[in-house]
């Protein structure tokens, strides 16, 4: 099994800041893309960030230039520096990853449960 724990969330004033971290842990082979989605309240998942294992990063609509997305490989882990935060911002953010379990393995899609994100105005 693959698990995913974020972590970091919590409430801030608009133009804060924080760090969100996701760690995979379990039976993993290799980690491909890592990747940052998020969930206001009525409205649908919409990707935030995800990086490839090369480095190449795929931006959301909204939130570019203000997120920066960053991996350590040798701990399975994501990161997500979010500065200038404001209401619109809040939502769950969950992050993803596609695993490869064995060598021989193709890769899956796992999630995490989710961190809660407020911005209060």
């Known amino acids: 099994q693959v698990h995913l724990v974020e972590s970091g969330g919590g409430l801030v004033q608009t133009g804060g800041s924080l760090r969100l971290s996701c760690a995979a842990s379990g039976t993993i082979f290799s980690i491909n893309a890592m990747g940052w989605f998020r969930q206001a309240p009525g409205k649908q998942r919409e990707l935030v960030e995800r990086i490839n294992r090369d480095g190449t990063i795929t931006y959301g609509d909204s939130v570019k230039g203000r997120f920066t997305i960053s991996r350590d490989d040798a701990k399975n882990t994501v990161y997500l520096q979010m500065n200038s935060l404001a209401p619109e911002d809040t939502a769950i953010y969950y992050c993803?990853?596609?695993?490869?379990?064995?060598?021989?393995?193709?890769?899956?899609?796992?999630w995490g449960q989710g961190t809660q994100v407020t911005v209060s105005s």
């Open positions: 993803n990853a596609a695993v490869r379990r064995f060598s021989a393995d193709l890769y899956y899609t796992y």
